[in-house]
Structure formats: structure tokens, C-alpha cells
């Protein structure tokens, strides 16, 4: 009988090590520092206020991580970012995804540490677990932590996005409202791969003075709009196209239903409804990543949860639509769509 390895267990079981290295990686800023100039330990304990301690060993173990690159050896040895780290971990690069990752740090390291909790008692383990609110209600209260979790929707979903702007066919449609819209980025990235389209970037008041600054800054206010509304209490504007994304899995199967039966009345005959989503594979055996984000779902709402193309197209069904698609996106991600 051939001997076992229980190094992928192992793996596993101590993934926070490596997580928590990269988000206080992204928390003190390293990789923004580390674009301006190459550093060694010493010159990176001056630049981010480290304990002499902290080096050689945290730089190494990023090293060993691929998350940074090191010429040479010993004090003298000097670290840079990787290509990988230039784009997407430097915040002033336009690639920056460290959004969720800086959330990731701040709110969801620490929830996660409830999981237990969570499994059994099926509630939340988010700020809502001792107030009571609602997690929305207590997240928009501040606009700092708002203005933060767009960030942080913004940074990991801007590869999905900009490729579903650039290969869905829009030939046939005009107009798209993005429900849930947040920073306006998916109407913005459709609006800019689409010289016809015109968008509507729809989401709770709060956010929408968010949305027209980053449209502005985009140049796109003649072809993209921020609207205000609560996508429950009131009808969805009517467009050609109708996107939520990384909305649909925020809620229970009541709520989920209830937001396609209002896509659906919003867009005409031939219209489209689509969602973004680390939609889980119909079987529930490989996107890992999806199922980890279902039980992120429990930690932050309790009764919410991804879901499977399969389990999308059934809903849909039930609203009326009748022919339905799958997009694969970036990563774990993909576009479920249904037409009506």
C-alpha cells in the first residue's frame, strides 16, 4: 500500500498563514511601495514602520509565496513586486484589485473565525451579529466602510465585468440598467466597449453620488446615469438589457426570485437578464471558490447563498423566460443569461 501525504491537508488547514501574510502585505501598503523602487529589509522596515523582526522572514515568505521577487541574497538583498503585484497590488495602478483583499483584512478575516458558530446556528457572524441591523444597513451607515466595500466589489469584479463588456453580442440592444450598480463600473465598462449602448448604473441613494463621481471621472456622463432607488420597494427601470452583479447570492431563495421577477418585467420581449456570479459548477464538486463563497453567504447574511446555473435557469423558468446561456468569465466566475 502506497504511503500517504497529508501535505495537501496540511495545506489546507494552515492556508490562513499565507492569507494573513498577503492582506497585512496589502494593509501596510508594501506593494505600493515597493513600485516606486526595489527595497531591502532594512529599508522596508524604515518605509513601513516594521519591527527589525519582521525581516528577513516576512519578505522571504512572500518570496516563497510568488507574491514578490528578490535579487540576491542576505541584508543586502533587494525585493520588488512581481508583474503579477506591479498590476494588480500597487494602489495607484489602474489594475488595482486589493480592494477586497483590504475588506478581506478588516472585516472578513475576523468573521470567518466564527464559522463554527455560523454552521450551527445558521446566523450571521458580521457586525449585524450584536446589533441586530441588517447587514446593508449597518455597512451603508459609514461612508468610509461604504466607500471601502465598493472598492472592494469594484476590485474583484473588474476582469468579469470587462470581459462580459467586450465578447456578450449587445448588437441587438441599446440600453442596460446594471441593478445594484454600485460604483457604476459595469455600465461604465459596457458604455466604453460599446459606442451604442447607453447605461444606467441603479442602487440605494447613498450610493449614487459614489456612481456620478467615478462616471465622471470615466468621461461617459453623456451615455451612463446614475439612478437612485431600492431595487425591492421599487420597479427595476426598463432597459434591453438587465445585469446584476455579485447582487443575486446577497439573498435567500424568496428574495432571489423575487429580483428576477422584477428583471423580467423590466425588459421587453427578446430582452436579456444577466447575472455575474462565482456561479458553482451543476454538480457542486469543482468551484471551490463559489462553495466557499456560499459559506461566506451564511457568515455575512445568514440565509443567503450562491447557487448553480442549473438552480438559475429553474428560477428563471418559473418568472416567464425561456432560453437561457452560460458565459464563461474570468477565474471561478461566469454570465448566466436568460431571455425572455
Request: with cysteine; charged share 20%; hydrophobic share 45%.
Amino acid at each position: 500500500m502506497p504511503e500517504r501525504d497529508p501535505s495537501h491537508i496540511m495545506q489546507v488547514g494552515m492556508g490562513f498563514f499565507a492569507s494573513k501574510a498577503l492582506l497585512s502585505a496589502v494593509e501596510l501598503g508594501l506593494f505600493t511601495e515597493l513600485a516606486r523602487r526595489p527595497m531591502t529589509g532594512a529599508e522596508m522596515v524604515a518605509a513601513l514602520g516594521l519591527d527589525p523582526r519582521a525581516v528577513p522572514d516576512f519578505p522571504d515568505a512572500l518570496v516563497a509565496l510568488k507574491l514578490l521577487e528578490r535579487t540576491g541574497d542576505g541584508p543586502a538583498a533587494r525585493y520588488s513586486n512581481t508583474p503579477d503585484g506591479a498590476l494588480f497590488l500597487d494602489r495607484d495602478s489602474p489594475g488595482y484589485i486589493g480592494g477586497i483583499l483590504e475588506m478581506a483584512n478588516a472585516r472578513l478575516y475576523g468573521f470567518w473565525g466564527s464559522l463554527t458558530e455560523a454552521l450551527r446556528t445558521g446566523r450571521p457572524q458580521n457586525e449585524t451579529k450584536h446589533s441586530g441591523e441588517p447587514m446593508f444597513a449597518k455597512l451603508y451607515q459609514v461612508p468610509e466602510r461604504l466607500e471601502q466595500f465598493m472598492n472592494a466589489m469594484s476590485g474583484i469584479s473588474a476582469g468579469n465585468f470587462s470581459q462580459f463588456a467586450r465578447v456578450f453580442d449587445f448588437s441587438r440592444y441599446r440600453t442596460l440598467c446594471d441593478v445594484g450598480g454600485a460604483t457604476g463600473q459595469l455600465s461604465c465598462m459596457v458604455a466604453a466597449a460599446q459606442a451604442h449602448m447607453r447605461c444606467v448604473s441603479f442602487d440605494l441613494p447613498n450610493v449614487t453620488p459614489i456612481a456620478t463621481r467615478r462616471i465622471a471621472q470615466a468621461g461617459l456622463a453623456d451615455r451612463v446615469t446614475a439612478a437612485s432607488g431600492d431595487f425591492f420597494a421599487d420597479a427595476l427601470p426598463k432597459a434591453d438589457v438587465i445585469t446584476m452583479g455579485m447582487i443575486l447570492h446577497d439573498w435567500n431563495l424568496e428574495k432571489k426570485k423575487a429580483l428576477i421577477r422584477k428583471a423580467y418585467d423590466a425588459l421587453p420581449e427578446g430582452g436579456a437578464f444577466v447575472v455575474i456570479e462565482a456561479l458553482i459548477d451543476d454538480a457542486r464538486r469543482e468551484n471551490a471558490f463559489g462553495l466557499l463563497m456560499s459559506l461566506n453567504m451564511l457568515i455575512e447574511f445568514g440565509d443567503a447563498f450562491d447557487y448553480t446555473a442549473e438552480d438559475f435557469r429553474g428560477w428563471c423558468r418559473e418568472a416567464g423566460f425561456r432560453r437561457f446561456d452560460v458565459m464563461p468569465l474570468t477565474g471561478p466566475s461566469s454570465a448566466a443569461i436568460a431571455y425572455k
